[in-house]
Structures are given as C-alpha cells and as structure tokens.
Nanobody, 125 residues
Framework: QVPLVESGGGSVQSGGSLRLSCETSGYTDISYCMGWFRQVPGKEREGVAAIDVDGIPIYDDSVKGRFTISKDNAKTTLYLQMNNLLPEDTGMYYC???????????????????WGQGTQVTVSS
C-alpha cells in the first residue's frame, strides 16, 4: 500500500485552528473507513475522528463540535479541521485506514499496522 502522509500540524494558542491533511492515494476504495488518531508520549494512541464506509462521520466525545473530518471528491486527501483547539488536543496526529465499517477505535487501531510519521499539534494555553 502507498503510505499515508500527514501534514498541517503546528503550534497554536488555545482557541486557535489548524487543518490537517493526509494523502490517501493508496486507500481510495470506498470500502475503507478513514480516520485520525492522536498520541502523546506515555499514552496509547486514541481515536479522534473517522469517516465510515457509508460516509457518516464519527467523533470522539472530546472533539465533537470542534473538529470536522472530510475527504475531497477524488478521495485522495483526508482532512481534519480543528477549531477552538485546547491544550489537551496537543499530540502527534496520525491518519489511518481500516477495511470495512467502523467497529470501534480499538479495533480500528489494531487493524491498521502501517502508521506514518504523523504531524505534531501543539496547543499552548
């Protein structure tokens, strides 16, 4: 598979916005659920947002109302628009793909074994 490549991270103050991008040319099949995860040192990777195979977005409660996940029409780029960022949003953000419908964050993370470099998001208070 073509690797997923994340970009768009940076350092912002609390309340700021960032838009993350992920090149997904190897995962254009509509059978893939696409998503974003984040991780901070010493903690497990956690799911943030996903687009299920039926196009329905899924969000972790911690980001509902602030983050928006989307794909471009050609389905080669996955986005994560992050608004009203909080210090607890700080972390390394990764995109991922899972064949089949969404079946929970733990399953999604376990199924995907080709994690990229990620893109760092740092939110200061």
């Amino acid at each position: 598979q073509v690797p997923l490549v994340e970009s768009g991270g940076g350092s912002v103050q609390s309340g700021g916005s960032l838009r993350l991008s992920c090149e997904t040319s190897g995962y254009t099949d509509i059978s893939y659920c696409m998503g974003w995860f984040r991780q901070v040192p010493g903690k497990e990777r956690e799911g943030v947002a996903a687009i299920d195979v039926d196009g329905i977005p899924i969000y972790d409660d911690s980001v509902k109302g602030r983050f928006t996940i989307s794909k471009d029409n050609a389905k080669t780029t996955l986005y994560l628009q992050m608004n009203n960022l909080l210090p607890e949003d700080t972390g390394m953000y990764y995109c991922a793909a899972d064949l089949g419908p969404f079946n929970g964050w733990a399953t999604f993370a376990a199924d995907f074994g080709d994690w990229g470099q990620g893109t760092q998001v740092t939110v200061s208070s």
